[in-house]
Nanobody, 125 residues
Framework: VHLVESGGGLVQPGGSLRLSCAVS????????IGWFRQAPGKEREGVAC????????RYSESAKGRFTISRVNGENAVDLQMNSLKPEDTAVYYC???????????????????WGQGTQVTVSS
């Protein structure tokens, strides 16, 4: 299983970024996929998760209303659209896949079976 993230970078407060995760080596329909983040000195956080079987989603309180996780039509790929970014969103963002778990459980527990290498998001003026 191979996960490759892209789309991170530096953005000003209030700006937007779109992260992408390309997945290979498994049939995504039977998994949940999520975006976790880790900032220095902070606990890992499940930001947004998607159950690929039923389309259920779960967002952290900090992400609600600003972030959207979605599957790219017809592809083994998932995007995370991040709007109204704040300095506290600065972190390394990881794409994670997990089997036999709901989107809610995956994001609450912030654990998974397969991880990408991570992409840095920095929100600063």
């Amino acid at each position: 299983v191979h996960l490759v993230e892209s789309g991170g970078g530096l953005v000003q407060p209030g700006g937007s970024l779109r992260l992408s995760c390309a997945v290979s080596g498994l049939t995504m329909d039977y998994y949940s996929i999520g975006w976790f983040r880790q900032a220095p000195g902070k606990e890992r956080e499940g930001v947004a998760c998607l159950s690929l079987g039923d389309g259920d989603t779960r967002y952290s309180e900090s992400a609600k209303g600003r972030f959207t996780i979605s599957r790219v039509n017809g592809e083994n790929a998932v995007d995370l659209q991040m709007n109204s970014l704040k300095p506290e969103d600065t972190a390394v963002y990881y794409c994670v896949v997990s089997s036999y778990v709901t989107a809610q459980a995956m994001c609450v527990l912030a654990t998974g079976d397969h991880w990408g290498q991570g992409t840095q998001v920095t929100v600063s003026s």
